[in-house]
């Protein structure tokens, strides 16, 4: 199946003045239609950086420095602003963590909806407002008809959580980008709004990048991820592949932290230390100096991504040393 979405290459620098940070090192990826990648890893790893660069949000002074990011065989990160507007919204949505900073709290969220659908598509005022109201029911605003008027601080949080949705889905897009989308959530409502994503995009074929530190959101919704650590992909593959045999130490460290209501009372493991600052990156694997199983050569020599079995890995280990059965940790992340 030929991939909606391609990321090879990719690199993002931080010019600053003292030097030029490396934010994301050589990341690629393919998703295709209708497909879930799930992105996880600790905060400061590159997930949500990698999602502002392929919707060409990045802020000055990071860039793309090389790379290529294809949606649908367009050489999207080369297109100049004012066509990438264009394709934002209409063929590719983006949901992010906190609505209230994606909303407009000046507009009701129906003429929200109304501009974006009247900014992409052929609508009048009139079709797209209905189409509006059909949105809001769908992703299950009650009372979507008077909800239509309302401002953003008249709703609770996950109420604005699913109208970002219906903004997000508004045009139909092919690639939804979304980053963190239930942290901000009480719980039961982040269930609510992963199964409403997950139904989402599964009714319409829509390919989804979900950013998330969650494994237990990873092994509920994505088909494949992706684990980053310190500006790169260090083991990609299923999600039953990544989990239930994860090769890469950080991976299993990951795995072995997720809490599980059938392990009650087993101490959680922790991954020592803490992910490095842009300017303090180690040499050889960024990973080393946290890495329970290191070689002498993992703190000179960086490792490349290849292929080991089901999954691709970023690590010096053999991968008989560096692959652990976690079968019962499957069912541990979905418990989480």
């Not at 590719?92 to 709290?105: H, M, Y």
């Not at 829509?206 to 494994?215: C, K, N, R």
């Not at 990873?218 to 500006?231: K, L, N």
Request: net charge positive; proline share 6%; aromatic share 2%.
């Amino acid at each position: 199946m030929s991939a909606l979405l391609s990321v090879a290459n990719l690199r993002v620098e931080i010019a600053t003045r003292r030097a030029t940070l490396v934010a994301i090192d050589d990341v690629s990826f393919d998703i295709s239609a209708g497909e879930v990648l799930g992105v996880v890893g600790e905060s400061g790893a590159g997930k949500s950086i990698t999602g502002t660069a392929i919707l060409g949000l990045l802020d000055h002074p990071a860039r793309i420095a090389a790379g290529r990011i294809m949606l649908d065989g367009q050489h999207i990160n080369a297109l100049p602003a004012a066509e990438m507007r264009k394709l934002r919204g209409k063929y590719i949505g983006a949901v992010f963590q906190d609505p209230l900073t994606c909303l407009n709290p000046l507009m009701s969220v129906g003429r929200q909806i109304v501009q974006t659908l009247t900014t992409h598509l052929d609508l009048t005022a009139s079709e797209a407002r209905s189409r509006a109201l059909r949105l809001l029911s769908e992703v299950g605003i009650p009372a979507a008809r008077e909800r239509l008027d309302s401002y953003p601080h008249e709703l609770s949080g996950g109420m604005r959580q699913r109208v970002v949705l219906a903004l997000a889905f508004a045009c139909a897009p092919k690639l939804i980008i979304a980053d963190e989308p239930t942290t901000a959530l009480d719980v039961s409502i982040q269930a609510q709004i992963i199964e409403l994503l997950k139904r989402m995009c599964r009714e319409r074929g829509t390919a989804v990048l979900l950013i998330t530190h969650d494994m237990g959101v990873i092994a509920d919704t994505a088909d494949r991820v992706a684990v980053m650590y310190a500006g790169r992909i260090v083991e990609l593959g299923s999600v039953a592949s990544v989990l239930r045999h994860p090769r890469h130490p950080y991976t299993r460290g990951l795995v072995a932290s997720i809490p599980s209501l059938r392990r009650r009372h087993v101490k959680l493991l922790q991954i020592a230390g803490s992910m490095p600052h842009l300017d303090a990156r180690p040499s050889g694997c960024a990973f080393h100096p946290r890495c329970p199983v290191r070689l002498p050569r993992c703190a000179i020599d960086r490792p490349e991504i290849h292929q080991v079995g089901n999954a691709s890995i970023a690590c010096w280990l053999p991968p008989d040393a560096s692959s652990t059965d976690t079968t019962s940790d499957k069912g541990v992340a979905t418990d989480a």
